[in-house]
């Protein structure tokens, strides 16, 4: 998942939890809707104000989907008894053998990678300087003073002088000695005077808050550690929010007036529910935003009075998600409330914002995703994918009406650029897939067209076929397939495939352009993206049928798709790679323990392979608000079988394996290493098992190899940390498959 800035607000909560990890991206519904006045009351606090002082970067090839997952620190409370002790000390010291029995093990095996992994890092990187173009920094403009960031530095220039190279340097990673960090967000106070940035370190995932005090020489105002989101209220008020152990339930306030104060203004006490503040448009309110993956609650701070009490917009209603925006005194509420339990726009009055009162304003088709949502004076622009295809509605406030445009059909990912002022005339964003580079477009109000952007000439790739396929499932449900391989191939059947899966927490696969898979297609593979049910290609309906109890559709539906693209002639299970990340390693382990003969090989990054031992451990933080995603097993016996029954690491039987690429991380505090350690363990025993059984000549034994890298977490990794990690995954794979496919070792193509 790739990990950006974005002022947009909305795309995070769309994908299910109001989480501004974008990269790591760079965010399910409704059921029953009870009366307000019936509703219990919120599990939260809102506390007084009263005065006291209170206790962009560049984007990686093979980044991690950006989501919430289990940590791997098990708590940290002290025993009382000596055998409790005993049992720790133990537990402890076989993890650190098994720990460095794998990368001994690793060390050994890497040797036989090294020339194809130089030979691919080469290639990426002259793909990297050819296609990859610098479309612009986001830039935040107020007035005449535009706002930028560049390698670590935020630099200010003049509207008019943007682009002369007169600016004057802001801030430096590098000068505050923190070359390792990266920009995560910038927010400029209204009256410009003070700077908040918040930053993040490869390695870890607390963030860091720096305010400077802006002027002719600008200087480190205050700094406050482990804040995920922020806002300036006012010119001299910033409200955030403290992350705690991958945990953000806190909300305060600290001033820059003569009397500095910090107090805390909001906490959240239900533990499936994540708290981050957002800043509505025209700047008139903060929302307070507290989501778990089906329910939210939003309470506005009025930017005007901001040290009054919060209020309340709608008390949370089970399975009803909404996020605020704000416009000509009314409330704009995007919604999963009514029927179908679909994403909806309605408004409200500000001072009767209850449920009773939304009123309905534009409701999406059936099966359409809505990727994204931009606020406008006089417009609203809606970023929507159906079957595929991507479009943009422009609801226009003025005329009531809606139109929708049909964008390019080579098309595959939208990025909405930063727009700051609320009363621009035009939309900017821009259109990728996995072999086109970004793109620029610009949707103007004023002359209600799209217009393509041509800063600098991108490269037409012309040698690369898209096909969208649909692949009937175990209950005949129709299965998105998106497909691309080289137009000039011959003999699609003997070509080589790597299939791509996800299917959690409702977000789509990512199809933003990367590198390696431009390299793929030049080199004669083909590119299999497989939009399963629990992902949210198709809406929200598409992740609630593949979440708890339907989870096993994902995984009927892989089958379905990979077996549909071999019956087109698009290679064979001999010719068939696999790659998850995350909790797409959940059905990607899962069909390896079904359908081993589907495949050849697999890759995982971070993967998510013990879903019943984690689900179990109530003490890790994430523990419970995943439960709305995976079930609980501890409250319910049939919730625990069902789960063991496609568990990865529960199912793992003596049989001939695919190989298999793992890639996990010390530092992940999302996913436990000590579960991965296990289920590498337990996978090599059953291969090696079944060859012991089956010894007869020619028999094939897998590979099954576990890479732990000491640097990088889930969601974030370094450009060149990346690369070498995408580059052995390729590399392991042109091993695999070069006994079957004849691939060269010198860049040539696949015969």
């Not at 029953?32 to 007084?48: A, E, F, G, M, W």
């Not at 970004?438 to 952007?453: D, G, T, V």
Request: charged fraction near 25%; aromatic fraction near 10%.
């Amino acid at each position: 998942m790739k990990v950006r800035t974005s002022c947009a607000g909305l795309r995070n909560l769309l994908q299910g939890l109001s989480v501004s990890d974008k990269y790591c991206l760079k965010h399910n519904r409704l059921q029953t809707i009870r009366l307000y006045s019936k509703i219990n009351p919120p599990k939260c606090h809102i506390l007084d104000c009263s005065w006291s002082t209170c206790a962009h970067r560049t984007v990686s090839p093979g980044s991690i989907l950006p989501w919430r997952f289990f940590t791997c620190k098990e708590g940290t409370k002290i025993p009382s008894k000596r055998k409790q002790n005993t049992s720790i000390t133990t537990s402890e010291l076989l993890y650190k053998n098994l720990l460095k029995s794998e990368q001994e093990n690793w060390n050994d095996t890497s040797a036989r990678y090294i020339a194809m992994t130089k030979r691919i890092k080469e290639k990426i990187e002259e793909l990297h300087n050819k296609y990859t173009f610098n479309l612009g920094s986001p830039r935040i403009r107020f007035g005449e003073n535009v706002y930028f960031e560049e390698n670590g530095c935020i630099f200010l220039s003049k509207a008019d002088d943007a682009d002369e190279g007169n600016v004057d340097i802001l801030f430096s990673t590098e000068d505050l000695g923190l070359s390792d960090a990266f920009i995560r967000q910038i927010r400029i106070s209204p009256d410009q005077r003070y700077m908040a940035i918040s930053l993040k370190s490869e390695n870890s995932e607390e963030t860091t808050c720096v305010i400077m005090k802006l002027g002719q020489f600008p200087v480190v105002e205050k700094v406050i550690p482990n804040v995920f989101s922020f806002e300036w209220a006012t010119n001299d008020v910033l409200y955030y929010t403290s992350q705690k152990n991958l945990k953000c339930q806190d909300v305060l306030m600290t001033t820059f007036t003569n009397q500095k104060h910090t107090k805390l203004v909001y906490t959240e006490q239900d533990a499936r529910f994540f708290v981050d503040i957002h800043r509505t448009k025209d700047r008139r309110f903060l929302t307070i935003n507290s989501n778990s993956k089906t329910t939210s609650e939003v309470w506005l701070v009025d930017c005007r009075n901001p040290f009054k009490l919060p209020a309340l917009v709608q008390a949370r209603t089970k399975g009803v998600i909404y996020h605020v925006e704000h416009r000509n005194d009314e409330l704009y509420i995007l919604t999963t409330y009514g029927e179908p339990a679909e994403y909806k726009l309605m408004k409200a009055p500000i001072a009767s914002s209850g449920i009773e009162n939304w009123q309905l304003v534009y409701a999406l088709e059936d099966k359409t995703k809505l990727v994204d949502l931009e606020m406008f004076s006089d417009h609203c622009i809606m970023f929507l994918k159906n079957a595929g295809q991507l479009y943009l509605n422009v609801i226009s406030f003025v005329s009531h009406s809606v139109q929708s445009l049909k964008l390019p059909t080579w098309a595959c990912e939208f990025e909405l650029e930063s727009h700051p002022e609320h009363t621009t005339s035009t939309c900017y964003f821009q259109l990728t897939s996995p072999v086109h580079p970004p793109k620029r477009f610009a949707y103007s109000f004023k002359q209600n067209n799209l217009i393509e952007q041509a800063v600098q000439e991108v490269p037409i790739i012309t040698n690369c076929h898209t096909t969208r396929l649909l692949a009937k499932s175990k209950d005949e449900t129709l299965v998105p397939i998106t497909v691309f391989h080289n137009m000039n191939s011959k003999e699609l059947h003997r070509k080589p495939l790597l299939v791509h899966v996800y299917g959690a927490y409702g977000i789509d696969l990512n199809m933003s352009f990367k590198e390696e898979k431009l390299m793929l297609i030049e080199e004669g593979w083909i590119l299999a993206y497989c939009h399963v049910r629990g992902g949210g290609e198709l809406g929200l309906c598409w992740h609630r049928d593949g979440c708890q109890h339907n989870k096993l559709n994902g995984l009927h539906d892989l089958r379905a798709c990979i077996r549909l693209l071999h019956q087109r002639g698009l290679s064979q299970p001999k010719y068939t790679a696999l790659a998850a990340a995350s909790a797409g390693g959940v059905l990607a382990g899962a069909l390896c323990n079904t359908d081993p003969e589907l495949i050849r090989a697999v890759v995982l990054q971070a993967p998510f392979v013990d879903v019943l031992n984690t689900m179990r451990k109530t003490h890790l933080p994430l523990t419970i608000e995943e439960q709305e995603e995976w079930g609980n097993p501890l409250a319910d016996e049939k919730c625990m079988k069902f789960i063991k029954s496609y568990c990865p690491y529960q199912n793992i039987k003596p049989q001939l394996y695919p190989s298999v690429f793992i890639t996990a991380y010390e530092n992940d505090q999302r996913i436990p290493l000590t579960g991965v350690l296990r289920y590498v363990q337990k996978l090599r025993k059953a291969a090696l098992d079944y060859a012991s059984r089956t010894s007869q000549k020619g028999n094939r034994i897998p590979n099954i190899i576990l890479d732990i890298q000491a640097s990088g977490s889930h969601c974030d990794l370094s450009w060149e940390d990346s690369l070498n990690e995408v580059a052995r995954h390729l590399a392991f794979l042109n091993k695999e498959l070069e006994e079957v496919c004849h691939l060269q070792h010198h860049g040539k193509s696949c015969k």
